[in-house]
């Protein structure tokens, strides 16, 4: 670890946290920090590299930078976000961390809107959405206007804001997360920083993380309506060629979603430097530079170990929720791993006998294998069931939405010359990956359901009128599975809905809460992950189920 540069300010109010793993062609954002509408003291700003490059795009600015740290992490390590935002965090004298694009426009008044938001409400976590250009002509970045940015080539401008700010369909998906997360710097280490489970080095990560988290802690999220970034394209910056940890298809963290819907606050990994700041608030960073870089990180996060599949996934011993599988929520208490149905949620990891749930097991390996022997029979035809619809819905809906765009031709016709061909059969494989991807995550959500669905009488156990349990879903896809399985007498007759939108899903919510005497509320996690705001005060409230 080397310091470039320290920070001299003492008394900042904000401290941005920018990254760099010897990747970045630019920093133009401090170009625009340079000009913003505040006193220069009421910001600090640091660079956290990840191997050791001295980057010259930052030299152009290095007057505006006051603290630069090399982790000096070795060149066969892959690099890991969430261990610079610690480092980031650890070094920060700012009441507010900022975490937000390096390569980005931001107009003058973009530090007073973060802390004016702040001043109104302090228990927010903010984001800013970003406004993105794919125009060629602006790299390398030549300074275009901002109109210009959000002019011809804006792919999300939407009548003046981002298509994600409007988004009531699937905002999780439409909104940039990783532009820039805004917290309290008390409140993130409150929650114990950035997780530093291996599920998170590489291309799928990010501070959204920690914004999951911190809504489980009970901080509210908000997204500026006025105040944006600006991103111009540049080669590169859809993380090509990267490694990627779990995700849902769409590049979203399916360990950050699953933090999101079992209300885990704590990280599966902690790192140390953060835990003696949590544990003792007044420790002095320098007592803590020795611990920012935990000693088995540089071999568990070797390219080799990564690529090759040696993957070690370690977690810490405390009590903490690690997954989901098949039907069961999965904790980790100790050297224990134990696991029960969701459906019994209430119960955490502590059934009401005091024992550790239901299934018990050392490994998390051998709780999966403890879950996946529970009726095994009705279970793999329901598995094999479950694949075989997810993958040909996944694949009819491809043919259909080419088709409705008239690409199917145009593949075929654009197919004669050798080149071409290899193209073809580079966009198949990607496709044939892609939907390798998203098949399972989609085939592990709906199967997460059918166990728990089959006990839905619990949930009204003074009556036993499943009519009375009502099944909240995200899509039409799982709707139709369900409306299967439930013809076929697999899960008995509750009540159905597809919810297409925000509006229709806080109606339903205050339906329920108006009066539906005996109404029981169960939503599956991918409509829980799109309306989480709407959904987690009314959780306890309503006694909502997530599955």
Not at 387 to 396: E, I, K, N, T
Request: proline share 4%; with cysteine; aromatic share 8%.
């Amino acid at each position: 670890m080397k310091f470039l540069k320290r920070s001299a300010r003492h008394r900042p109010k904000i401290s941005l946290i920018l990254l760099d793993w010897s990747v970045r062609e630019s920093f133009h954002l401090l170009h625009y920090l340079g000009r913003q509408d505040v006193p220069r003291d009421a910001f600090e700003i640091l660079v956290v590299e990840y191997y050791s490059r001295v980057s010259q795009a930052i030299r152009k600015f290095e007057d505006q930078v006051d603290t630069w740290l090399l982790l000096e992490m070795p060149e066969d390590c892959y690099y890991h976000k969430h261990v610079m935002y610690n480092a980031g965090i650890v070094l920060a004298h700012g009441e507010i961390c900022v975490i937000c694009d390096s390569d980005a426009m931001v107009k003058p008044g973009f530090i007073r809107a973060i802390v004016e938001a702040f001043e109104k409400d302090p228990r927010v976590v903010l984001h800013l959405d970003q406004f993105r250009n794919n125009r060629r002509d602006f790299y390398p970045f030549n300074f275009p206007s901002f109109e210009a940015v959000e002019g011809e080539g804006c792919i999300n401008n939407a009548g003046g804001k981002t298509a994600g700010i409007l988004d009531r369909k699937d905002p999780i998906h439409s909104r940039n997360y990783g532009a820039c997360m805004c917290a309290r710097r008390s409140d993130l280490i409150g929650i114990g920083g950035a997780d530093e489970h291996v599920d998170f080095v590489g291309h799928i990560c990010g501070p959204y993380d920690m914004t999951f988290r911190l809504v489980n802690h009970g901080r509210k999220e908000l997204w500026h309506p006025t105040e944006f970034m600006y991103h111009t394209w540049h080669p590169g910056q859809a993380g090509v060629d990267n490694y990627l940890g779990p995700h849902d298809g769409r590049h979203l963290s399916t360990t950050s979603l699953a933090a999101l819907s079992s209300r885990r606050v704590r990280p599966l990994l902690e790192n140390p430097a953060i835990r003696r700041l949590r544990e003792r608030p007044d420790t002095a960073a320098d007592a803590l530079l020795d611990q920012v870089i935990r000693p088995e990180g540089p071999s568990d996060w070797r390219r080799e170990k990564l690529e090759g599949g040696l993957v070690v996934r370690r977690t810490d011993e405390a009590d903490l929720h690690v997954g989901f599988h098949r039907g069961y929520t999965i904790y980790r208490h100790g050297g224990v791993f134990s696991a029960g149905l969701s459906i019994n949620e209430s119960q955490g990891h502590n059934g009401p006998d005091g024992r550790s749930g239901i299934l018990e097991a050392p490994t998390l390996e051998g709780i999966r294998s403890r879950i996946e022997a529970q009726e095994f029979l009705a279970t793999a035809a329901i598995a094999l069931f479950t694949r075989a619809f997810a993958f040909a819905w996944l694949a009819v809906g491809h043919v259909v939405r080419r088709a409705q765009r008239g690409l199917l031709e145009q593949g075929a016709a654009g197919s004669g010359t050798r080149a071409s061909l290899r193209q073809f059969a580079g966009r198949i494989r990607y496709r044939l990956t892609q939907f390798a991807v998203q098949g399972r995550v989609l085939a592990e959500a709906l199967l997460h359901l059918v166990p728990n669905l089959k006990h839905a009488r619990r949930l009204v156990s003074e009556t036993g009128d499943v009519s009375l349990v009502k099944v909240l879903v995200d899509s039409r896809r799982a709707e139709i599975y369900l409306r299967l399985l439930r013809a076929l007498g697999t899960i008995p007759r509750v009540k159905l809905e597809r919810v297409d939108d925000s509006a229709q899903f806080g109606r339903i919510l205050n339906d329920v809460a108006a009066g539906a005497p005996g109404t029981r509320l169960v939503i599956s996690r991918d409509l829980y992950a799109r309306y989480y705001p709407d959904a987690f005060p009314m959780r306890d409230l309503l006694g909502l189920v997530v599955l």
